[in-house]
């Protein structure tokens, strides 16, 4: 990862990576940050600076960040330093 700026491009390249290799991941945001306990699918649609958006089932959920990211890199440590703090169940 480097400096690169989020940008709509950035967005859909992390998004795809993260639905593509990450699923688990993005099914843990939506339980524990989304406080949805059931659903049959979870997706990353969206990541900006301020937030990142998943779409369970029909319904579209905004995740807010503790910081505004600064770029890519930014991006990467901060989704870790998030599925780290999830507690184990």
């Known amino acids: 990862m480097n400096s690169e700026p989020i940008t709509q491009k950035s967005s859909t390249r992390i998004c795809n990576h993260m639905n593509k290799d990450h699923e688990e991941a993005v099914n843990a ?21 301020e937030s990142i958006q998943l ?4 319904q579209i959920l905004e995740i807010k960040f503790d910081h ?3 770029d890519c890199s930014d991006a990467h440590k901060t989704l870790v330093r998030m599925i780290k703090a999830i507690p184990a169940t």
């Open 55 to 58: 779409k369970i089932d029909e």
């Open 29 to 49: 945001y939506a339980k524990y940050y989304g406080k949805i306990k059931t659903f049959k699918s979870a997706k990353m649609i969206g990541l900006s600076p």
């Open 68 to 70: 505004l990211l600064q």
